[in-house]
């Protein structure tokens, strides 16, 4: 059988990226669109650096940015130009546009990005760094990445930037981080400087910036371990905590994968909700709690553990799940005894997705046996035991024992 051609569509949204030095570290093909387009639109700053180039009209985007992108996306196959920073595909009006038209309809010419410039200014292999931006974003979101001998390029928001994020980093014991402030890189007034980060940033720097940071080597106590099990200290509770050892194990059982949502039920301390946000960037949690004084503190557990976007509702489930978007892992860490709890959060999951709970009594246990009968799984049994000192010697105290279930939902054919 054969398709049809898909209909041609005509190029007519160009993207011209602009560097610091404006023009004059423009190609001749980039010079030669900016001259010929009709309409022209981007930053003021870009506009006056291309000013002399452009023939058509002119324009600065206008605030929201939402009525700025309305200006393009009316012009649809006409001819349009826009101004962006460097790569418009690095955290730039590219990544925006192309979520409203394809990218057949787009040609683009990068210039170098902030990025690019900072690692040829320092000798550092991009390959070797983890980039990360604060543009509107809290500084937590950097501290899964604050690694022994890690370098990390900051994008910042303005020139308060890195001094707020040199305060942070030492309140957090990263404050031996050498510093580099990259300012206005690729022209006239480009500017590198170097500090530590206990040395707090110099005056002066330039609304373009950025911040590379090596972290010390020896930067190890103060580092977040990156495999499931944080130390129970770690977390703020009240002794609703998911303990060290069975949390490892319940991480495992979940089975985080990139760009996945979990429902922790019961969220207590967060725990387990905010290790699946630590596995990867782009992992989500919803944490359900029906007492606030506990809502609050996975909140703030979260901020402190570095996945400040954790969601938080407060509320009894299963009545909670109503309205929440469908996960692809939940897990029950109490409550599962509750009247139709099993059944609302088997319902709830995706196909494919997992569910796992955990349970310290003997009713809980029963229901979990008749979940494993009508949906399957495995059940398991977990018992750890710890030191602990018996007049001047020692034995090990049994914690109380948790029944694990798990089961994976069958995806839907």
């Given at each position: ?80 130009l826009v101004l962006a920073s460097g790569d418009p595909f690095f955290y730039g009006v590219g990544a925006t546009l192309i979520g409203y038209v ?77 510093c580099h402030i990259l300012q206005a890189l690729g022209g006239p007034h480009e500017q590198v400087t170097r500090c530590l980060a206990q040395d707090g940033a110099p005056h002066g720097i330039n609304r373009l910036c950025l911040v590379a940071l090596c972290v010390p080597a ?196």
């Open positions: 059988m054969t398709h049809p051609h898909p209909q041609k569509v005509e190029r007519w949204l160009t993207l011209v990226g602009v560097g610091e030095d404006g023009p004059k570290g423009l190609s001749a093909a980039a010079r030669t669109l900016i001259e010929q387009a009709p309409y022209v639109i981007g930053g003021a700053r870009h506009v006056a650096l291309c000013r002399n180039l452009i023939k058509g009209e002119a324009h600065t985007w206008a605030t929201p940015f939402s009525t700025a992108l309305e200006a393009v996306l009316v012009r649809r196959g006409q001819p349009t394809t990218p057949h309809e787009v040609a683009c010419l990068p210039a170098p990005s902030c990025v690019a410039l900072a690692c040829a200014r320092l000798g550092w292999a991009q390959q070797a760094c983890r980039v990360v931006s604060v543009c509107g974003r809290p500084h937590a979101l950097i501290l899964p990445f604050l690694q022994p001998g890690a370098r990390l390029l900051v994008l910042c928001a303005d020139e308060t930037s890195p001094a707020t994020l040199f305060a942070w980093l030492n309140e957090r014991g990263f404050g031996q981080t050498e020896g930067a190890v106590s103060c580092a977040l371990p990156r495999v499931t099990g944080l130390p129970d200290t770690c977390f703020e509770h009240d002794g609703q905590l998911t303990k060290r050892e069975i949390r490892a194990v319940t991480l495992s059982s979940l089975a985080p994968r990139a760009g996945e949502l979990l429902w922790d039920v019961g969220g207590g301390a967060g725990s387990v909700g905010i290790e699946w946000m630590l596995s990867d960037p782009t992992c989500q949690t919803i944490a359900i709690e029906q007492a606030p004084e506990r809502v609050a503190r996975i909140a703030h557990n979260a901020q402190a553990l570095g996945v400040p976007n954790l969601q938080t509702v407060t509320g009894k489930a299963p009545a909670a799940f109503t309205g929440l978007p469908a996960p692809d892992a939940i897990f029950i860490g109490g409550g599962g005894s509750t009247t139709g709890m099993l059944e609302a959060a088997w319902q709830a999951l995706k196909p494919g997705g997992r569910l796992v709970v955990n349970a310290v009594v003997v009713e809980t246990e029963h229901k979990l046996f008749q979940a494993m009968q009508q949906w399957g799984g495995s059940l398991t049994r977990l018992d750890v035991a710890r030191l602990d000192p018996v007049g001047r010697l020692h034995a090990f105290r049994p914690s109380m024992s948790v029944t694990q279930w798990v089961a994976w939902k069958p995806t839907q054919v």
